[in-house]
């Protein structure tokens, strides 16, 4: 199974993509899609598309895994986070591409076991789960162990697994 994670923002999308095989797991690629905050809104945006396209043609995943919308004090960055994350759905929907979504808590929970873990711990825990040598930029961090916690959320028994949103 060939899982993309997505950690949507605006500025710094980030991307991770692992392949789970036989029981072992391991990351295909990672990185960010960056934008400057120079460039305008809907620039950004369509950078974002065409990103997450490129992506999803060239590492062909299974499905998608992105963060669940968490709360901000500030409305006009909840809005611009839901147009960046809405953008990321579409491509994944139009691609054919089964998306699932997870609260940042159980992300967290299900990388290193405690839903209060400080990012650091999340991202040193995905460099031990994926044998990286190198810690992966902050972003792509995120998104791989967003991608990992999918992979740690499937049960055998059926209704406990994640639904498609």
């Given at each position: 199974m060939r899982v993309l994670g997505i950690d949507t923002s605006l500025r710094s999308t980030g991307v991770g993509v692992i392949e789970?095989?036989?029981g072992k797991t391991v990351?295909?690629?990672c990185g960010r899609i960056h934008n400057s905050d120079r460039i305008c809104l809907s620039?950004?945006?369509r950078r974002?598309?065409?990103g997450i396209r490129d992506l999803i043609q060239r590492t062909k995943?299974?499905?998608a895994s992105i963060e669940d919308i968490f709360?901000?004090?500030?409305a006009h960055t909840s809005m611009v986070l839901g147009e960046a994350r809405g953008v990321v759905i579409a491509v994944?929907?139009?691609s054919g591409i089964p998306i699932y979504q997870y609260e940042p808590r159980r992300v967290k929970q299900s990388i290193t076991g405690s839903g209060?873990?400080?990012?650091a711990q999340v991202r040193k825990m995905v460099m031990v789960l994926l044998g990286l040598k190198e810690e992966p930029q902050e972003d792509a961090g995120d998104a791989l162990a967003i991608a990992l916690c999918h992979l740690n959320s499937r049960s055998p028994v059926a209704e406990l697994n994640p639904k498609p949103i």
């Open positions: 789970s095989l036989a990351a295909i690629e620039e950004c945006l974002i598309d065409v995943p299974d499905l709360f901000a004090k500030n994944c929907a139009t209060a873990a400080e990012k």
